[in-house]
């Protein structure tokens, strides 16, 4: 059974950091992309950015890049978000999913092509 667990999240100041961790289990991590995601409230789910299982080549939404890097450890079956200088629209559940296919050749970034939901982690601003 495919498990996707997140952690890391909190209040964090404007300019602020974290690092968000999503711990897989049940599958062979490094055949699966893997995407975060988040949903404000309010708001639709929105993709923020992937990591490929090839490579290690990631692709980030035009909001979060040059802040947020995602970098994967296939050693540990896990997938992390570093989050720098947060913002306040940053705010928002954030979740972890991974490609519904294995090896696929384009990562995708649609909620729909992804699966195995983690719970989602809480990030804060604490203004």
């Known amino acids: 059974q495919v498990r996707l667990v997140e952690s890391g999240g909190g209040l964090v100041q404007a300019g602020g950091s974290l690092r968000l961790s999503c711990a897989a289990s049940g599958l062979i991590f490094n055949t699966y992309s893997m995407g975060w995601f988040r949903q404000a409230p309010g708001k639709e789910r929105e993709w923020v950015g992937s990591a490929s299982w090839y490579h290690y080549n990631t692709y980030y939404a035009d909001s979060v890049k040059g802040r947020f890097t995602i970098f994967r450890e296939n050693a540990k079956d896990t997938v992390y978000l570093q989050m720098n200088s947060l913002k306040p629209n940053d705010t928002a559940v954030y979740y972890c999913?991974?490609?519904?296919?294995?090896?696929?050749?384009?990562?995708?970034?649609?909620?729909?092509?992804?699966?195995?939901w983690g719970q989602g982690t809480q990030v804060t601003d604490a203004a």
């Open positions: 999913a991974k490609d519904r296919s294995p090896l696929r050749p384009l990562v995708p970034t649609e909620p729909h092509r992804h699966d195995n």
